[in-house]
């Protein structure tokens, strides 16, 4: 795509601002605005200003399909970021990628394996978060037996089989395995199974709206109680807010950023962003606003590189592209993989707040590389 010199750059940003999943997606558009604001008061791109148009796709691939294909037929734009759920990806690579021929960044962490020329990712993948996290959590609690509660989509499909090679490889074994639809809301069979089983390691993978009463559930059960863990890569700051503090007491994740994290520029970031949008959604890894921030800043940079907004040529850069600053810390592109390197914590929910128990520092994303 060549871009002509006598309009801004156009950035189109699809993220679920209603719907199950809004209190992730107001806190991706909050991001996007403050990161092509913080390009623009830099002087822009290629000295033009960069456009952001923002679409609703209302936690409904159907819905996020149809903006995609608006951002491109319409809006012409140069690049699209955004989708939380992997199915969400999916509804947005056909109208952008498959049939608009042009660049997406996904921002979420997820379950890897997506492998083309014009998608860049820029959360977390599986080598990233479970590789880590299953074999230090079994050294420290002496666990072995996991049960792994999902949602029947591609995402928990996948990481369930990444859990099942760690735990069996670490002399574990997984007693029990079962996926239900995303919008399940009942699970007193699931938890009374689980509590039979004799897990001592819930892996969850179940999402909203199932998620608030799955853990309701699990709590009142006394699973936890009875000196059982949960772990749920995904869980942070954000969804904090949406349960008792008591129903998450030490639940354990892995993701590249928690605000516990305390450097100079994750710091700053993070007062710019809560003096900008108080109140909101706040800003967070689980919440793909660190890959919405960073996928903006290694666009930016793989731009100017470039010398210009025609595709190949940006591409091109940000195969490479990197950020020496960024939420969490630094990120760089594995040349061709269009998967990010990135520093990478194990925090634990403590009294309504998450806390980095284990700064595990940079790890590689271990994923395919991408045919030209």
Same mark, same amino acid.
């Given at each position: 795509?060549?871009?002509?010199?006598?309009?801004?750059?156009?950035?189109?940003?699809?993220?679920?601002?209603?719907?199950?999943?809004?209190?992730?997606?107001?806190?991706?558009?909050?991001?996007?605005?403050?990161?092509?604001?913080?390009?623009?008061?830099?002087?822009?791109?290629?000295?033009?200003?960069?456009?952001?148009?923002?679409?609703?796709?209302?936690?409904?691939?159907?819905?996020?399909?149809?903006?995609?294909?608006?951002?491109?037929?319409?809006?012409?734009?140069?690049?699209?970021?955004?989708?939380?759920?992997?199915?969400?990806?999916?509804?947005?690579?056909?109208?952008?990628?498959?049939?608009?021929?042009?660049?997406?960044?996904?921002?979420?962490?997820?379950?890897?394996?997506?492998?083309?020329?014009?998608?860049?990712?820029?959360?977390?993948?599986?080598?990233?978060?479970?590789?880590?996290?299953?074999?230090?959590?079994?050294?420290?609690?002496?666990?072995?037996?996991?049960?792994?509660?999902?949602?029947?989509?591609?995402?928990?499909?996948?990481?369930?089989?990444?859990?099942?090679?760690?735990?069996?490889?670490?002399?574990?074994?997984?007693?029990?395995?079962?996926?239900?639809?995303?919008?399940?809301?009942?699970?007193?069979?699931?938890?009374?199974?689980?509590?039979?089983?004799?897990?001592?390691?819930?892996?969850? #993978?179940?999402?909203?709206? !199932? %998620?608030?009463?799955?853990? &309701?559930?699990?709590?009142? /059960? +006394?699973?936890? @109680?009875?000196?059982?863990?949960?772990?749920?890569?995904?869980?942070?700051?954000?969804?904090?807010?949406?349960?008792?503090?008591?129903?998450?007491?030490?639940?354990?994740?892995?993701?590249?950023?928690?605000?516990?994290?305390?450097?100079?520029?994750?710091?700053?970031?993070?007062?710019?962003?809560?003096?900008?949008?108080?109140?909101?959604?706040?800003?967070?890894?689980?919440?793909?606003? #660190?890959?919405?921030?960073? !996928? %903006?800043?290694?666009?930016? &940079?793989?731009?100017?590189? /470039? +010398?210009?907004? @025609?595709?190949?040529?940006?591409?091109?850069?940000?195969?490479?592209?990197?950020?020496?600053?960024?939420?969490?810390?630094?990120?760089?592109?594995?040349?061709?993989?269009?998967?990010?390197?990135?520093?990478?914590?194990?925090?634990?929910?403590?009294?309504?707040?998450?806390?980095?128990?284990?700064?595990?520092?940079?790890?590689?994303?271990?994923?395919?590389?991408?045919?030209?």
């Amino acid at each position: 795509m060549t871009s002509s010199n006598d309009r801004p750059a156009r950035v189109g940003v699809i993220t679920d601002q209603t719907g199950a999943l809004s209190f992730m997606g107001i806190a991706g558009a909050n991001t996007a605005t403050m990161a092509v604001d913080e390009i623009n008061e830099r002087g822009g791109l290629l000295g033009r200003p960069v456009e952001l148009i923002i679409e609703d796709s209302a936690t409904d691939d159907a819905v996020a399909a149809s903006v995609a294909a608006k951002l491109i037929a319409e809006d012409r734009v140069d690049v699209v970021l955004g989708g939380i759920y992997s199915s969400t990806r999916q509804a947005i690579k056909g109208p952008v990628v498959d049939d608009g021929n042009t660049l997406y960044i996904y921002p979420e962490q997820y379950e890897g394996q997506e492998c083309d020329p014009l998608i860049f990712c820029t959360g977390p993948v599986p080598a990233q978060q479970v590789d880590p996290l299953v074999p230090w959590l079994m050294r420290r609690t002496g666990a072995k037996r996991f049960y792994l509660p999902s949602a029947d989509y591609i995402w928990p499909h996948v990481m369930n089989k990444k859990v099942w090679e760690v735990v069996t490889a670490e002399g574990g074994t997984v007693v029990g395995e079962q996926y239900f639809p995303m919008d399940h809301l009942d699970f007193d069979q699931l938890v009374d199974d689980i509590m039979k089983s004799g897990a001592e390691v819930v892996f969850n #993978t179940i999402v909203p709206p !199932g %998620l608030t009463p799955f853990l &309701a559930r699990l709590h009142d /059960a +006394g699973f936890a @109680r009875r000196g059982g863990h949960i772990v749920c890569t995904y869980f942070d700051e954000n969804f904090l807010n949406l349960v008792p503090a008591e129903h998450v007491e030490g639940l354990y994740g892995c993701l590249d950023y928690y605000r516990d994290v305390a450097d100079r520029f994750s710091d700053a970031l993070l007062a710019r962003y809560d003096e900008r949008f108080p109140g909101s959604a706040m800003f967070t890894a689980g919440s793909a606003c #660190t890959g919405m921030y960073r !996928g %903006l800043r290694l666009w930016e &940079a793989a731009v100017s590189e /470039a +010398g210009s907004l @025609r595709q190949a040529d940006v591409v091109a850069a940000l195969d490479h592209a990197s950020v020496a600053e960024g939420p969490g810390g630094p990120a760089a592109m594995v040349p061709g993989q269009h998967h990010l390197r990135l520093n990478m914590y194990i925090a634990q929910s403590q009294s309504g707040a998450f806390k980095v128990v284990n700064n595990l520092g940079p790890i590689e994303p271990k994923e395919r590389e991408v045919a030209a």
